[in-house]
């Protein structure tokens, strides 16, 4: 799978004080555009949820470009990111290499109940004056069931926050599902899932640190321990859908 070098982004955190200044929530995403068109009666559908996100422990020894379909995840152990007891506070206001591997586990044409279309969006603080920032968000990654297209790996900089939530993350999906005795597909339901990421030890917060994680498209999947299944396994539990993604620190000059 080839991979792409990004821009570099410069986001910078916002305390809860300058949040509620600016009159936007991290975690309520309503202003976001669809990042494909969407016909009336889905927006309609449309829902906001919380992104369970995941830690892969002693990820941070793996290798930077692994593959989510590595057997080295076989059997690892996931816990909640927002349970470790705190994020990698040199990391605050500093650069590092945020990369997106792709979706764990691939997705199939067979898949009864399966994610159809799937983007991720980064958000990040305009450069302003601290009590006028608004938010600013960019799609970074995006894959589909079909015509098949799972995503490329790409990775890209940026520049955490210095508190509070240095880095907000946003799943926007679509999923279509078999109903009834015949088969037939259902509508597509979009919605849109949502975390944030700090370097000390907000409540309810992902921890950010180097090493692997797992963005839950299932809210609630990875709100407790789990272990990954076996890379051979005929079925993978559909529950355990994810966007794998990675948090590398900048080599010191």
């Known amino acids: 799978m080839s991979e792409r070098e990004a821009p570099i982004f410069r986001p910078h955190g916002v305390s809860r004080r300058d949040l509620l200044a600016s009159g936007a929530s991290a ?3 309503t202003a976001l555009a669809p990042a494909v ?9 449309a829902a906001q949820r919380r992104l369970a996100v995941g830690f892969i422990e002693g990820s941070e020894r793996f290798d930077a470009t692994i593959s989510p379909s590595s057997r080295e995840l076989d059997g690892a152990t ?3 990111a927002s349970s ?11 650069m590092v290499r945020m990369r997106i591997h792709g979706l764990y586990p691939r997705l199939t044409m067979v898949d009864r109940d399966t994610v159809d279309t799937a983007y991720l969006r980064v958000r990040y603080w305009a450069d302003e004056d601290p009590l006028h920032r608004r938010p600013l968000d960019f799609i970074a990654w995006g894959a589909r069931r079909h015509p098949a297209n799972q995503g490329q790996s790409v990775s890209f900089l940026l520049r955490l926050g210095l508190t509070g939530n240095v880095l907000d993350l946003a799943v926007e999906l679509r999923t279509k599902s078999k109903a009834g005795s015949l088969g037939a597909v259902g509508p597509v339901a979009p919605s849109v899932l949502s975390t944030s990421f700090t ?3 907000d409540a309810g917060m992902a921890r950010i640190g ?7 498209l299932v809210p609630g999947t990875y709100d407790a321990a789990v272990k990954l299944p076996e890379s051979r396994a005929s079925v993978i539990q559909p529950e355990l859908r994810a966007l794998m993604v990675s948090f590398r620190p900048l080599p010191l000059q």
């Open 210 to 216: 180097p090493g692997l994680y797992l963005i839950g």
């Open 84 to 94: 470790l007891i705190l994020g990698e506070q040199s990391w605050a206001g500093e």
């Open 27 to 29: 975690l309520g995403w």
């Open 199 to 201: 370097v000390d030890a």
């Open 37 to 45: 068109p969407l016909a009336a009666e889905t927006v309609v559908a």
């Open 78 to 80: 996931v816990v909640p």
